[in-house]
């Protein structure tokens, strides 16, 4: 069973930075794709950002191209959203997800297993 803690959230201002650990204290997260999500309050959760674990591939969502980057430290058994140049509409509970398959990762459907979420928020 696969259970992801995510953290790293917090409150910070507008163009500040924040980075978001993922990880699995019970095994290795090494051949699973892993994605973030987002959801704000009374909206739909949405894509933010994935890796696919067969060929290393980001993926991101154009609202934060540019501005997040995703990683992953195999030996660490941790993936990470570094979150840069960050505005008050980036606010949002943010999660992880992990799922054995390399395609369609901006889609939820796609995982099978997600964290409870850390919550980012971002003043003006």
């Known amino acids: 069973q696969v259970q992801l803690v995510e953290s790293g959230g917090g409150m910070v201002q507008a163009g500040g930075s924040l980075r978001l650990s993922c990880e699995d204290s019970?095994?290795?997260?090494?051949?699973?794709?892993m994605g973030w999500f987002r959801q704000a309050p009374g909206k739909e959760r949405e894509f933010v950002s994935a890796i696919s674990w067969s060929t290393g591939t980001p993926y991101y969502a154009d609202s934060v191209k540019g501005r997040f980057t995703i990683s992953r430290d195999n030996a660490k058994n941790t993936v990470y959203l570094q979150m840069n140049s960050l505005k008050p509409e980036d606010t949002a509970l943010y999660y992880c997800?992990?799922?054995?398959?390399?395609?369609?990762?901006?889609?939820?459907?796609?995982?099978?297993?997600w964290g409870q979420g850390t919550q980012v928020t971002v003043s003006s």
């Open positions: 997800a992990a799922d054995q398959g390399s395609y369609y990762l901006d889609k939820i459907y796609q995982y099978e297993y």
């Open positions: 019970g095994r290795t997260l090494t051949r699973y794709s």
